[in-house]
């Protein structure tokens, strides 16, 4: 299976600030990419994902940004609370395979 | 609805023995997969479940470790004559089809002493 960048590896932001979570791929067969969003001690949880006939997707304060000729695809999360510290992973996916990411952790400062 | 479950939640075991891990997909999700997860590390794909075949079994880490899944059902995870560095969270995940995401359950925390 090909790889999925992630970066950073780890991120601290204040209360309110704006994360920014990257990731890269190799695979162009790839249609569908989720992130996934872990708290400690859970399973990872599906939180929002993006197919790549579109350039933005927007949920919330949860936003997918999409580049396909440069083959990588970011998350950004505004007004950043404590509650969204956890671990995030982005992952690749075509059929019924998947490719997860590294993971970044994110730490929001109270 | 229900979600994927998973058990035993916690599972402590001596090197050499064999344990079993089970997942229950959510009902009608036709893939399930295995993976595991080290402390602070990512996730590592073992196998892969397309109804009760295994059309990807590439990550297994070695033959002590087998998985089955009976029908689109409940599937086992087996690691015999565990070892110390098999100590991690297991965790499964179903999916309904393409472009539909996975969904994962709690995780065991497998500990081999």
């Known amino acids: 299976q090909q790889q999925v960048k992630q970066s950073p590896q780890s991120l601290i932001v204040q209360k309110g600030g704006i994360s920014i979570i990257n990731c890269a791929y190799e695979n162009t067969a790839f249609d569908y990419f989720p992130w996934y969003q872990q708290f400690p001690g859970k399973g990872p949880a599906l939180l929002i994902a993006?197919?790549?006939?579109?350039s933005e997707k927007k949920e919330g304060r949860f936003t997918i940004s999409f580049n396909k000729s440069a083959k990588q695809f970011s998350l950004h999360i505004m007004d950043s609370q404590p509650g969204d510290s956890a671990t995030y992973f982005c992952a690749g996916g075509y059929g019924q395979n998947f490719v997860f990411g590294p993971g970044t952790r994110l730490s929001v400062l109270p | 609805g229900a979600g994927v479950s998973q058990s035993p939640s916690n599972k402590v075991t001596e090197k050499g023995k064999d344990v079993e891990l089970r997942c229950d997909p959510i009902s009608g999700h036709t893939a399930l997969y295995w993976y595991r997860q080290r402390l602070g590390q990512g996730l590592e794909f073992l196998i892969y479940f397309q109804g009760n075949s295994a059309p990807d079994k590439s990550g297994l880490p070695s033959d002590r470790f087998s998985a089955e899944r009976t029908g689109e059902s409940v599937s086992t995870l087996t690691i015999q004559r565990t070892q110390q560095e098999d100590s991690a969270v297991y965790l499964c995940?179903?999916?309904?089809?393409?472009?539909?995401?996975?969904?994962f359950g709690p995780g065991t925390r497998l500990t081999v002493l």
């Open positions: 993006i197919r790549p006939d579109v």
């Open positions: 995940a179903s999916s309904l089809g393409r472009q539909t995401g996975q969904f």
